[in-house]
Antibody, heavy 118, light 107 residues
Framework: EEQLVESGGGLVQPGGSLRLSCAGS????????MSWVRQAPGKGLEWVAV???????YYADSVKGRFTVSRDDSKNTLYLQMNSLRAEDSGVYYC????????????WGQGTLVTVSS | EIVMTQFPASLSVSPGDRATLSCRAS??????LAWYQQKRGQAPRLLLY???TRASGIPARFSGSGSGTEFTLTISSLQSEDSAVYYC?????????FGQGTRVEIK
C-alpha cells in the first residue's frame, strides 16, 4: 500500500521556522512529483509547493522566498523548510503525490498541524 | 493562474436523492480535472480524475462529466457517509489550483 506520513508540525512564533517531513512507504519519493498542500482552519485547500522528480522546485507566490522543498532519497522523505512564518501560514499541511502523466494528487498524507502564534 | 470556482457553496440533500455539484475553470483545462472528497477531520481523498474516471474503490454512485471549463460531479443516490466537502482541482498548469469547495449535508 502506498502511504505518506507527515510529521514536524507544532506551535511556532511569528518570524520563526519549522521543518516538516513527509515519509513515503510503498512508493518512491524521488520518482514522483511531490507537493505540499495546506489548509487553513475552516478554509479550503491551497497548493504550496512541488518538487519534481528531476529535483526542480516550484512555489506558490504566497510562500516564495520563505519556504524550501527538499528531499533525502536515502530516507525516501520529502521536507518543507518554512522560514519567516506568519499567522496566515497556520493550518494543516499535507503532502501528496502526482505521477508523471497521471497528475492528480493520490495518495495524500494524513497532515500535520502548524500553528503560528505568539 | 487558473481560477477554479465551485457552486453552490453548500447543499442539503435527502438520503437517496441526487446531488449535483458544479465546477468552472477560468481557462480551459481540457479534461485535466480531479475531484476530491474531504470528510471532517480527514485528509482529502481522490474521487475522480480525467473529469470522469472513478479512482480505485470509489462507488459507482459518484460520476463526473464535462471538459474545457465546465464540470459536474453527481452523486446519484446520496448516502449518509457522503456528507463531506468536495473540491475540484485542475492539473493542466502550475500552480495547481482548487475550487473553494462545496459542502454536502444530509437532510
Amino acid at each position: 500500500e502506498e502511504q505518506l506520513v507527515e510529521s514536524g508540525g507544532g506551535l511556532v512564533q511569528p518570524g520563526g521556522s519549522l521543518r516538516l517531513s513527509c515519509a513515503g512507504s510503498g512508493l518512491t519519493v524521488n520518482t514522483n512529483y511531490m507537493s505540499w498542500v495546506r489548509q487553513a482552519p475552516g478554509k479550503g485547500l491551497e497548493w504550496v509547493a512541488v518538487m519534481y522528480s528531476s529535483g526542480g522546485t516550484y512555489y506558490a507566490d504566497s510562500v516564495k522566498g520563505r519556504f524550501t522543498v527538499s528531499r533525502d532519497d536515502s530516507k525516501n522523505t520529502l521536507y518543507l523548510q518554512m522560514n519567516s512564518l506568519r499567522a496566515e501560514d497556520s493550518g494543516v499541511y499535507y503532502c501528496a503525490r502526482e505521477r508523471w502523466m497521471n497528475n492528480w494528487f493520490d495518495p495524500w498524507g494524513q497532515g500535520t498541524l502548524v500553528t503560528v502564534s505568539s | 493562474e487558473i481560477v477554479m470556482t465551485q457552486f453552490p457553496a453548500s447543499l442539503s440533500v435527502s438520503p437517496g436523492d441526487r446531488a449535483t455539484l458544479s465546477c468552472r475553470a477560468s481557462l480551459s483545462v481540457s479534461s485535466n480535472l480531479a475531484w476530491y472528497q474531504q470528510k471532517r477531520g480527514q485528509a482529502p481523498r481522490l474521487l475522480l480524475y480525467g473529469a470522469s474516471t472513478r479512482a480505485s474503490g470509489i462507488p459507482a454512485r459518484f460520476s463526473g462529466s464535462g471538459s474545457g471549463t465546465e464540470f459536474t460531479l453527481t452523486i446519484s443516490s446520496l448516502q449518509s457517509e457522503d456528507s463531506a466537502v468536495y473540491y475540484c482541482q485542475q492539473y493542466v498548469d502550475w500552480p495547481r489550483t482548487f475550487g473553494q469547495g462545496t459542502r454536502v449535508e444530509i437532510k
